[in-house]
């Protein structure tokens, strides 16, 4: 078993609360980006790019455009990750952001079906890619740099900052796509209105490309490139000595991003279409639980550094596969107090599943392939987790016409990710600083 012990971290408390602000802020904007189309795939952009297919067409038509984000992700994981791996994390970070602005802010200005004929869903595929790219590069960069400058024993707390970016980006997509339905009728809506949220983006991008530019470089990859170990091709070094872990590690990841893009944007339409309640009532139920979320990630992050990543993380597994296994039963009941304390209790479990994961990840590869491995192993979990679901729940509900063919997915992922960190082995096992493990040999 190789390891690459970690060097003890010179990083000042103001630069490790800044790259906590970077990973967190940036993380927030970044996903408020990807999370504004599926809120949109949920609302509006079945009828505005395809027009012809019926109600229940067109929203499968979105949401495999919404997918098109996930096919694209492993792409921007493999490409930022290498040069991460190699020239530095700050710098794929920028790229990351940029990508991601740019092509949200596309999206807003994308005339419609109407407007230019097919060439319009065309673009709207090609955008979607794009963004694909940028957040495919985002999660490993924020994630290093999180934990690589945090201090001694505190690398899990840390480490939940760009993971309580996620639910932060879902709360913040939602609150404006509420204002907007809110204020504006819903011809102003369907006419023009939808195209705010995508457009705010670019002040958004702004304030957090300031922040990450006056991030450096952690302690951990200066060391690597001052011993002159830079890999000259980190990914073929993951794909032939890592293996095991990236595929272990996506396992883990299969589940809780799942699960929680079928809660952050299938609900919207199931909420809307099959339960007959207004949007503004269902993205006000999924405002309410974000911060639920947030908390969770951040609970279960810090008893990582002292309990241990694995442990934390199979509780809150086991824990998740019971939640999810009782989540659409609670909402078929369209009562508003079971369905809000359903999103709630779904919330705090998928949080505290997610939040041991940025150290996890990190602790699984040793410095100088570590944005290569995390990445890849985080988006090949995130393609087949979320990059499907909300497809695949609205195809099972469609297909079987009940809310339970759902919840047997939720079974099968969740106990398919309880058996890959079952598979693991610790981590962290509660010292203060603890060595990247490789588990080629580990995990046979």
């Known amino acids: 078993m190789t390891q690459l012990a970690d060097a003890t971290t010179t990083t000042s408390p103001r630069q490790a609360r800044r790259a906590v602000l970077s990973s967190f802020v940036g993380t927030a904007i970044e996903w408020y980006d990807f999370f504004i189309y599926g809120t949109a795939a949920a609302l509006i952009i079945g009828p505005q790019f395809f027009p012809g ?16 984000g996930f096919v694209a992700r492993p792409i921007g994981g493999v490409v930022m990750g290498h040069f991460g791996d190699r020239i ?59 934990t690589e400058n945090a201090p001694a024993g505190k690398r899990g707390l840390y480490g939940a900052a760009p993971q309580m970016g996620v639910p ?19 011809e102003a809506f369907r006419s023009w209105g939808w195209r705010v949220p995508f457009l705010a983006s670019a002040a958004l991008v ?17 060391e690597v490139k001052a011993s ?16 095991r872990s990236v595929l272990l590690a996506a396992g883990t990841f299969i589940a809780t991003n799942g699960i929680a893009y079928v809660f952050m944007v299938y609900v919207l339409n199931y909420g809307t279409e099959h339960l007959g309640f207004s949007r503004s009532t269902m993205l006000t139920l999924l405002i309410v639980s974000c911060p639920v979320w947030m908390a969770g990630m951040a609970f279960s992050a810090y008893k990582s550094d002292s309990w241990g990543r694995r442990r934390v993380y199979i509780v809150s597994s086991v824990a998740l596969l019971v939640v999810a296994v009782a989540f659409f039963p ?5 009562s508003i107090p079971v369905m809000q304390i359903a999103m709630i209790a779904l919330a705090w479990v998928l949080g505290c599943a997610a939040g041991p994961q940025s150290a996890l990840f990190a602790e699984l590869f040793p410095a100088h392939i570590r944005y290569s491995g995390a990445s890849l192993g985080y988006q090949i979990g995130a393609i087949l987790g979320g990059g499907l679901a909300p497809f695949l729940a609205t195809w099972l509900y469609g297909t079987f016409g009940t809310a339970y063919a759902i919840t047997a997915y939720f079974a099968f992922v969740a106990v398919l990710s309880l058996a890959s960190i079952l598979a693991l082995h610790e981590t962290h096992p509660g010292d203060e600083r603890v060595a990247p493990v490789d588990n080629t040999e580990k995990v046979a």
Not at 53 to 68: C, E, K, P, Q, Y
Not at 229 to 241: C, F, S
């Open 228 to 243: 002159d170990k830079v890999a000259k091709l980190p990914l073929v070094e993951v794909l032939t000595k890592n293996w």
């Open 88 to 146: 530095g994390r700050k710098s794929m970070l920028v790229l990351s952001l940029t990508l991601m602005g740019a092509a949200t802010v596309g999206i807003g200005l994308l005339p419609n079906y109407e407007a230019i004929g097919v060439l319009a869903p065309i673009l709207l595929v090609v955008f979607r890619f794009v963004q694909g790219i940028g957040v495919g590069g985002e999660w490993g960069g924020a994630v290093l740099v999180a």
């Open 53 to 68: 297919a019926s109600s229940f067409a067109g929203t499968l038509a979105a949401f495999a455009t919404f997918a098109v």
């Open 168 to 186: 932060a980006g879902v709360m913040a997509a939602n609150l404006v796509f509420l204002l907007v339905t809110s204020v504006l009728s819903d």
């Open 206 to 222: 702004a304030v957090a490309m300031w922040i990450r530019l006056g991030v450096t470089e952690s302690d951990e990859f200066a």
């Open 330 to 334: 609670l909402m078929e009941t369209a």
